[in-house]
Nanobody, 115 residues
Framework: QVHLVESGGGLVQPGGSLRLSCAASVRIFSSYVMGWYRQAPGKEREAVAFITSRGSTNYADSVKGRFTISREYAKNTAFLQMDSLKPEDTAVYYC?????????WGQGTQVTVSS
């Protein structure tokens, strides 16, 4: 089972930027989908962005044009660049990876957008 560790969350003003990182404990050589999810207080967890092992990406409509998901294969790390942040982006952000029958989650990192 791969372990995921997120980092990069924090407090930022509206319109600001943050870059989240998700480090995997091992390199996955099979096909996988790596994604970012978020959960705001009192709301269900929602998908934010995905990237496949082939580099294809997909985004939730609410973040298209503002967030960018990427990965650095050599470092087993995925990133979520978040620009033009809004108060409604405030949530705990979780990293996830699915490969084969495995489905692993990170512990989450808090992102707060507030003036």
């Amino acid at each position: 089972q791969v372990h995921l560790v997120e980092s990069g969350g924090g407090l930022v003003q509206p319109g600001g930027s943050l870059r989240l990182s998700c480090a995997a404990s091992v390199r996955i050589f099979s096909s996988y989908v790596m994604g970012w999810y978020r959960q705001a207080p009192g709301k269900e967890r929602e998908a934010v962005a995905f990237i496949t092992s082939r580099g294809s990406t997909n985004y939730a409509d609410s973040v298209k044009g503002r967030f960018t998901i990427s990965r650095e294969y050599a470092k087993n790390t995925a990133f979520l660049q978040m620009d033009s942040l809004k108060p409604e982006d405030t949530a705990v952000y979780y990293c996830n990876i699915k490969y084969g029958n495995a489905d692993s989650w990170g512990q989450g990192t808090q992102v707060t957008v507030s003036s």
